[in-house]
């Protein structure tokens, strides 16, 4: 049994270590609910493109260039998105899962189809080396805490430019969508090919309202310079805004992932403490104990000398 300073110096070692995850927890509270306020601020926005989709009218051939799915290839890009840093739970572990699943599910037979790889978060980056995966651009070191759309919108031009390009047949992102501070699911969101409801469905969710109703428009629209140069210019706006808002909720699931496990950590510490005192009280008791014993004793065998 450890004598009662190694048991106290175990016990200083815990707390101190409880201290620590507490202020980690504190931290990525707030963090989370500074994620969760940008994303309200997307609202504006949302509002304003649901508007101009309004205007652009009922014919799909605008949308041509970015809903139909280029022929011959079957090479697909996922962007992956995960964490800078550790200490989240299973934040990480269940993103790469959802890729891993996305990539089993989607082939027919296996290796039918290639994948190349877009990577936000190191532990992302190091996943997809660390497996052998194809990695054509990797965001780590651009993404900032808080996110600015600047960051969504050099990888959106990025992707646009792949895409326009026929390089892919599709592209999706990986990352954990943010439910609640104790949920966080992991999610497969399709970039590409575009699909106009599912736009609409993506800025109704965002603007808050359960259901969106478009204005009715009745006569002739005359739109210019054409429809197909506003699709090409709105459609990119809409798409940092999609991938914009994606990156928040990965990062508000990040802190609110982080913000469990270190309470969970402080917890176990202040458990471990509360064990280890015990422990020292019996250490400490026992010894006590033993030294009354040996005075009683030694006080006995002077009696009968």
Known sequence: MPNQKEIKTRIKSVKNTGKITKAMELISTVKMKKSQDSVLGLRPFALATLSILARIGQSDDAFRVFSDTPSGTKKELIILVASHKG????????????????????????????????????????????TGQNLVADFSDEMKDPLTPAESRRIVR???????????????????????????????KTLFPINRADIQDFL?????????????????????????????????????????????????????ARMVAMKNAKDSANKKAAGLTLVYNKTRQSAITKEVSEIVSGVESMKDA
């Not at 992707?159 to 609640?180: E, F, L, M, Q, R």
């Not at 310079?225 to 999609?242: G, H, K, N, Q, R």
């Open 158 to 188: 990025f992707v646009v430019d792949a895409w326009k390009k026929g390089t892919y047949s599709k592209v999706v992102v990986v990352y954990n969508h943010y439910v609640s501070a104790i949920t966080q699911l992991p999610t497969v």
């Open 204 to 256: 109704t969710r965002v603007s808050g309202k359960e259901k969106y109703t478009l204005e009715e428009w009745t006569g002739d629209v005359t739109i210019e310079p054409s429809p197909e140069m506003i699709v090409d210019y709105t459609i990119p706006m809409i798409l940092d805004a999609v991938l914009h808002e994606t990156l928040l909720e990965a990062k508000a699931s990040e802190h609110a």
């Open 87 to 130: 200490l989240c739970g299973g934040y990480n572990v269940n993103a790469f899962k959802k890729a891993t699943e996305y990539i089993r599910d989607d082939s027919d037979t296996p290796y039918t189809r290639e994948y190349d790889y877009i990577t936000i978060g190191k532990r992302a980056r190091d996943f997809i080396l660390r």
